[in-house]
């Protein structure tokens, strides 16, 4: 079994969803008492959220890269980062480490062209819905026409991850404004799935309370990692 490296902490909730389906995951395949060997390294939000909001990229790629070299050092095999967001940065991080990177919109356009959609909605932070780094990426290598909420939505999904989910709160009226607006997205710009591009959606939306299909970017992120950790 390979040594999984983390790097989270953005938010810490969604972290410890990161390591308890990662452990779950390697237990249901391998049974017994089996669970991932893994290396964490979380880093203070705070910190990183002051750098996001004043568009200071660079400063959170040297501290990711710092910890991504730390995480190399403990002998990680390979790497993910436990965000959706910070995936902006990947590039600088790839270049100060030798050990891969899965990519967490990688492991989403597999599931995505698996699952044969054409066309899917994508609800994130503001820098994940609007900036190139992850729709494109979707878009270029797996052939799926990416939708983003209007400008008010985007508020409201970007306010709701900040403001509430990344302090551990669920509030029922938030989940009603999020599946108003993939409903909008299913019936005006024919959404045949949406995907939860901010790891701690999944706190909030589950299948089910929309009818087309969610794609949580979190669990298959993690599916990802056990694949990958397991292969001979």
């Known amino acids: 079994m390979k040594k999984i490296g983390m790097l989270g902490g953005m938010s810490w909730e969604s972290t410890a969803t990161y390591y308890k389906l990662l452990n779950e995951e390697i237990k249901n395949r391998l049974g017994g008492l089996h669970s991932a060997k893994i290396i964490l390294s979380s880093v203070d939000f705070e910190e990183i959220e002051k750098f996001q909001h004043s568009s200071l990229w660079d400063e959170t790629a040297v501290i990711l890269s710092q910890e991504a070299k730390a995480i190399q050092e403990a002998k990680a095999d390979f790497l993910i980062i436990c965000t959706n967001t910070m995936h902006k940065v990947v590039p ?21 062209v ?17 900036e190139a780094f992850y729709k494109d990426r979707i878009q270029d290598n797996f052939g799926i026409e990416v939708i983003i909420p209007n ?24 989940r009603d404004e999020y599946i108003k607006i993939i409903k ?11 995907i939860l591009g901010c ?19 979190t669990k298959l992120h993690v599916l990802n990692a056990v694949d990958y950790a397991l292969k001979k």
């Open 92 to 112: 600088q991080i790839e270049k100060n480490i030798s050990i891969p990177i899965l990519h967490i919109a990688d492991a989403t356009g597999k599931e995505l």
């Open 114 to 130: 698996k699952k044969n959609i054409k066309k899917v909605a994508l609800l994130g932070t503001k820098f994940t819905m609007t």
């Open 151 to 174: 400008e008010k939505e985007q508020n409201i999904i970007h306010d709701v991850i900040y403001k509430e989910l990344c302090l551990g709160i669920c509030n029922k009226k938030s």
């Open 184 to 194: 909008r997205l299913e019936k005006e710009q024919e959404c045949e799935g949406v």
């Open 199 to 217: 790891t701690e959606i999944s706190m909030l939306i589950k299948q089910g309370y929309v009818d087309i299909p969610i794609f949580d970017t």
